[in-house]
């Protein structure tokens, strides 16, 4: 990887985002818990939610990863309280089409995922990148 690629993949706002990580621990009685780990990495997020009346009410996540999967777990933190399985599953799935075919990043809540579109041209750091997200969904049921 070039100089250049670095700066561009590892930018003070995506660095940012690593150093500050919302939720970070475990829930004492989660509704739903679901661990994700990257074959490719050893990275690994596990995920704790609470889910009632239908949002999440309650979050904690456990992660090791490296520097773009804490700031993914950090996006992801930022905003989960209050949204629904089915929206963790639609931010999932819109990140992973941001990685993976070009697609915009998301909007609204989660927009703060903008920081990793740099990662599109590295798919060897995608699955880092997408743990808290399919840990989130898992642990919510979606």
């Given amino acids: 990887m070039a100089d250049d690629d670095m700066m561009a993949l590892y930018s003070r706002r995506l660095l940012a985002l690593a150093s500050d990580i919302p939720h970070l621990g475990r829930l004492a009685a989660p509704t739903g818990s679901a661990t994700r780990r990257s ?17 999440v009410t309650g979050f904690a996540q456990e992660v090791r990863a490296c520097a773009l999967g804490q700031a993914s777990a950090a ?32 909007e609204g809540v989660f927009a703060e995922a903008e920081a990793l579109t740099p990662a599109r041209e590295f798919p060897n750091r995608h699955a880092s990148i997408l743990l808290a997200w399919e840990a989130a969904a898992a642990a919510a049921g979606a």
């Fill in 75 to 106: 996006v992801l933190g930022a905003a989960v309280i209050g949204r629904t399985p089915a929206e963790l599953a639609a931010a999932r799935d819109a990140i992973r089409a941001m990685l993976t075919e070009g697609a915009p990043a998301p």
């Fill in 39 to 55: 074959p490719q990495c050893g990275s690994t997020v596990t995920a704790d939610v609470v889910v009632a009346d239908g949002v």
